[in-house]
Structure formats: C-alpha cells, structure tokens
C-alpha cells in the first residue's frame, strides 16, 4: 500500500484545513487509515481512523468534534477536515494504513509521508 498524503499549510487559529490522503496498491477491506500527527519535540501520535468497510470513525479526544474524517466511495482517498484549529495543532500530520487495531495501538506498518500544519495565534 503507498500512501500520499497533501493538503497542509499555514492557518490562523480558528480557520480550517483539509488533508488529504491518496492509497494506491492492494489492501484488504477490512484495513483503514487514519491520521497521525507529530508537533516538534513530542511523540507521534493517533488523530483519528476509519474503517474501509464500515466507515465507522474513531478520534483521539483532542480533536474530537473538531476534526472529521471521511473517505471517498472508491476508498481510494481518506480525507481529515479540520475546524477550530488550535496552535496545538500544530504538528506534521502522517496519514497511515492496516488493521484498525494496529492504527489505533499507533503501529501501522504503512505510511505517507507528512505535511506540515502550522497554526498561527
């Protein structure tokens, strides 16, 4: 699975971003993807994921209520829609791919590459 991750940039705090996050190859129906992210000096950590069969979601609860993720019908593209952005948003986000269960343990064993989002006070 490769995954190609765009979408971020500069953004006052309460503005809004859009990630996105294509994925190529062969996965299983029963993966999903998810987003991570990682804010300079601090651990990479979970954001949000949703099932390819189900479309179920699951969000850390930081972001929870802020930030939605979805996916398009061809479950080639998971997309991160962000609202009410924080300057703790701050952070390169990672979109990732496997098992749910690995996604949520954050060990997915398939990566994007990052894309920075910053968020200006």
């Known amino acids: 699975v490769q995954l190609q991750a765009c979408g971020g940039g500069l953004v006052q705090a309460g503005g809004s971003l859009r990630l996105s996050c294509l994925a190529s190859?062969?996965?299983?129906?029963?993966?999903?993807m998810g987003w991570f992210r990682q804010a300079p000096g601090k651990e990479r950590e979970f954001v949000a994921s949703?099932?390819?069969?189900?479309?179920?979601?699951y969000y850390a609860d930081s972001v929870r209520g802020r930030f939605t993720i979805s996916r398009d019908r061809a479950r080639t593209t998971v997309y991160l829609q962000m609202n009410s952005l924080k300057p703790d948003d701050t952070a390169v986000y990672y979109c990732a791919a496997d098992l749910e269960f690995l996604l949520r343990a954050g060990t997915p064993r398939y990566w994007g590459q990052g894309t920075l989002v910053t968020v200006s006070s």
């Open positions: 190859g062969r996965a299983s129906s029963t993966y999903g």
């Open positions: 949703i099932r390819w069969s189900s479309d179920s979601t």
